[in-house]
């Protein structure tokens, strides 16, 4: 396949856009969205949340550093989110054909033939953005000139069911017990457990862990409406009836939320990039972060004893709930953030005092 091979961005609103294919040559339809960073490409790729969307990247050059090898150190990827790419297809602006950096292994382009994922380049994304911004999400599809696809709206499916692992897998030996709910777990989450002398029990999105023995409960981010995740939410009424400590990120937040009797809302276009700021309730403490999520809280419909954590200072949306007796706490962003920012990872060291110390539950001293 030439470099020069045309393929054409299509928005369900009519808008189309010209470009020149550089991954995997082939039609492919899922969700438009957008993403702000500037490096972690090949995180953001592998990283569950995104199954199911095309991603447009707004950062103007893109491949520049290549791709890493396919490590795996204990068990776990040691430069992904996962083990696989996640997005349908990939839009960039101008795709960067020579690549360096120290544990570069390959190309991007060639990493996306390798998984089969179109790409294209040549598009000015950073005028596309705005476009998705005022319109809202809506769906899109990747078509050359002799191929085309049918249009597809992945939040109609349960995308954790095909994220999720299937079949209970435990990590670590350390002192503090670990139940992990997987809704498309991103690899630096366990992690971050996992410096934190733990043993992590990874288990999927519909397992039933109500007569399990643990410290704490994790519930990990991943990708679409989380109402579709109905076993979850019934398991987590449960959890919420005794006292063990509970951290939920991104979509796990959502499920907690859900599973407390408050309510979600698909976002107009979503949070996704490496620079949303956020501010922790009744203070003026802000933080720099990664997200990546369609859905949000609906703080309105946040029952008695449930409180906002953190708010988005760009729209006021909820970025994370608490309860104000128990240790059950949840974030919309990512404090496990890779490539970063690390500015919040802090509350994982939260989650591990409220299984050390019952009663801690205070966030404004740390």
């Not at 409406?225 to 509970?246: M, S």
């Not at 609906?298 to 708010?311: H, I, K, M, R, V």
């Not at 989650?351 to 009663?359: D, H, L, S, T, V």
Request: charged fraction near 20%; charge should be negative; glycine fraction near 10%.
């Amino acid at each position: 396949m030439s470099q020069l091979s045309s393929m054409t961005l299509e928005l369900e609103n009519g808008s189309r856009f010209e470009g020149f294919s550089f991954g995997y040559h082939a039609p492919a339809a899922g969700e438009a969205v957008f993403n702000t960073a500037m490096n972690g490409y090949p995180e953001s790729l592998t990283d569950p949340s995104y199954r199911g969307q095309i991603l447009i990247a707004t950062y103007p050059l893109i491949g520049n550093y290549g791709v890493p090898a396919d490590t795996i150190i204990d068990g776990l990827s040691a430069f992904f989110e996962s083990e696989q790419i996640h997005i349908s297809g990939l839009v960039i602006a101008d795709y960067s054909f020579e690549y360096s950096h120290w544990n570069a292994q390959r190309s991007l382009g060639e990493w996306l033939q390798q998984h089969r994922i179109p790409a294209m380049y040549g598009v000015d994304t950073r005028s596309l953005a705005p476009l998705i911004r005022e319109s809202g999400a809506m769906k899109a599809r990747l078509v050359t000139s002799d191929q085309t696809v049918d249009w597809d709206d992945p939040n109609q499916r349960n995308l954790v069911a095909e994220v999720s692992i299937p079949e209970p897998v435990v990590y670590g030996t350390g002192r503090h017990r670990i139940m992990l709910v997987d809704t498309g777990v991103k690899t630096n989450i366990l992690r971050c457990l996992l410096r934190r002398d733990t043993t992590v029990i990874r288990v999927p999105w519909n397992y039933d862990f109500t007569g399990e023995e643990f410290d704490g409960l994790f519930l990990t981010n991943g990708p679409g409406d989380p109402r579709q995740c109905e076993r979850t939410i019934t398991h987590l009424k449960v959890a919420l009836e005794r006292d063990k400590p509970i951290f939920g990120i991104c979509l796990g937040s959502q499920l907690m939320a859900l599973a407390a009797g408050a309510e979600t809302y698909k976002l107009k276009y979503g949070h996704r990039g490496h620079n949303q700021p956020v501010r922790l309730a009744g203070t003026n403490r802000c933080f720099i972060t990664s997200q990546n999520h369609g859905f949000a809280v609906d703080t309105d419909s946040l029952p008695a004893q449930w409180t906002p954590l953190f708010s988005n200072i760009n729209d006021g949306s909820c970025e994370g709930i608490r309860h104000t007796e128990k240790p059950f706490f949840s974030v919309q962003f990512h404090p496990e953030a890779a490539g970063g920012p690390a500015d919040t990872e802090f509350l994982f060291d939260h989650f591990i005092r409220c299984i050390g110390e019952p009663g801690i539950f205070s966030f404004t001293n740390q």
